[in-house]
């Protein structure tokens, strides 16, 4: 293939958000959407990324270059401002709000629309609202028009052809036809889609790839697409999950062979976990969160930026924040790594098969050596060393013939009380 730049529409206000975050930062699946766009297009090895942003964004961060669309007037104004830094052959434009873009979709476009000036990516859609409306030439798959739904007529709106919001172009063709894009639209703004009359249609092999985000609810049923692909592709590598619909595993996270996840978990961002690890049900794993082999992580456990070692077992109610955990480490119920004062983040470790006893308080920063044990109850503040016990809680006291000082309510009584009554009605 050719030189290819590659330009993002990420410029539009996203106003159907209805919140202050921009449109392309919303994630899904632990990821921003302009990230997703990024992957799949990075794939082709692009000369240049170029995002179109508005001017209180900052987008550098995800692409080669940034240009600035100053006022929102419509998606053709936007690809404009990018065309000063095009130098490539040919340019996919793509908008920022698909995130379920896929290489394979990209790969289809260039093939199929080699020797078009202009060629995009389509798909019939059961439910096509909120797009604009493809209408072919005759029979042919060649665009004669794009309508926008606002503009659509009442036979248009019943088209199910649907524009998916990704071009192929050459530039010296877009640079030139872009000129004849008007504002003689219901929203007056110039749309791209203006451009494209005598276009190629490619339609899409899977019409999810082409699902687009407006709104709210579409950002959630976007999310759910993309888990859904994220778990098959974790459980076709030989991970078991019992539910994979209550299993919310992140973008960028990586699950070995032979491990178990529970129902309710939730594992997030850059965590790789181990082989044959036994996690949830209801276990909250966030970013960094990296396990050795056979490890287990029971209910609400919640880890974070934690290295845990092969065989350590972490079985109920525990919260491991900032930590390097060992092999073969038992952490007690109820558990909780302190790892925050206020202002600063502190580090645990606790070496190998050390004993950590239910209710223990770990007050970062602390260490338990190897084969060190804590009492069950402790508020550790000092590290304690190899074989020895950290104890750190009062010595109990029983107080004799307490009960008789103490008020009482007699519950059996009142129950067979009541069933007496029962047994009394006619
Ligand atoms: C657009 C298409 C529609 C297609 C749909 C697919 C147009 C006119 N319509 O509609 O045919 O079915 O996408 O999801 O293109 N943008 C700017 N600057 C602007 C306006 C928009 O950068 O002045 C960017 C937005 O950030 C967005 C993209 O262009 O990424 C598309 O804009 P949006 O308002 O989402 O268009 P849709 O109504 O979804
Ligand atoms: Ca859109």
Request: net charge negative; hydrophobic share 40%; glycine share 8%.
């Amino acid at each position: 293939m050719s030189e290819v730049d590659v330009v993002i529409l990420a410029a539009g206000k996203g106003s159907r958000m209805k919140d202050d975050l921009s449109k392309p930062l919303h994630k899904v699946a632990g990821l921003p959407m302009l990230e997703w766009i990024c992957r799949a297009v990075r794939k082709f090895n692009p000369k240049n990324i170029i995002a179109v942003q508005g001017a209180d964004e900052d987008f550098s961060s995800y692409v080669d270059e940034t240009v600035v669309q100053k006022e929102q007037l419509g998606s053709a104004d936007a690809l404009r401002c990018a065309f000063p830094k095009i130098d490539a052959e040919k340019l996919i434009v793509i908008n920022a709000d698909m995130p379920l873009m896929t290489e394979n979709a990209l790969v289809d476009l260039v093939e199929k629309g080699e020797g078009f000036d202009a060629a995009l990516l389509t798909a019939d859609l059961k439910k096509p609202f909120g797009y604009g409306r493809v209408i072919p030439v005759g029979e042919r798959n060649v665009v004669e028009q794009i309508v926008e739904e606002r503009d659509a007529t009442a036979d248009q709106e019943k088209l199910h052809l649907v524009n998916a919001g990704v071009y192929l172009f050459r530039a010296d063709y877009i640079k030139r036809a872009i000129n004849n894009v008007t504002t003689d639209n219901s929203q007056s703004e110039y749309y791209l889609t203006d451009a494209l009359p005598g276009a190629k249609i490619v339609q899409v092999a899977d019409w999810q790839d082409i699902l687009g985000v407006n709104t709210q609810q579409q950002l959630a049923a976007v999310s759910k697409i993309a888990r859904k692909r994220i778990n098959d592709q974790i459980m076709a590598n030989g991970v078991t999950m019992i539910d994979p619909l209550t299993t919310y595993i992140d973008a960028n996270v990586l699950v070995g062979t032979g491990t178990i996840i529970k129902p309710g978990t939730v594992i997030e961002h850059d965590s790789v976990i181990g082989a044959e690890n036994e996690i949830g049900p209801y276990a909250h794993l966030r970013e960094k969160t990296v396990t050795g082999i056979d490890v287990h992580i029971g209910n609400f456990v919640e880890t974070k930026n934690a290295k845990i070692g092969d065989h350590t077992h972490i079985g109920h109610l525990t919260y491991v924040g900032d930590a390097e955990v060992g092999q073969a480490v038992n952490i007690g119920a109820g558990t909780i790594f302190v790892n925050y004062d206020g202002k600063n983040k502190h580090m645990t470790k606790v070496g190998d098969r050390a004993f950590i006893g239910s209710n223990s308080k770990l007050v970062a920063p602390v260490e338990i050596a190897s084969e060190a044990i804590t009492a069950a109850g402790s508020t550790i503040t000092d590290n304690v060393d190899r074989h020895a016990m950290g104890i750190a809680r009062q010595r109990q006291t029983n107080k004799s013939d307490f009960w008789q000082r103490m008020p009482h309510e007699d519950f059996a009584t009142e129950y067979d009380a009541k069933h007496d009554q029962r047994d009394d009605q006619p």
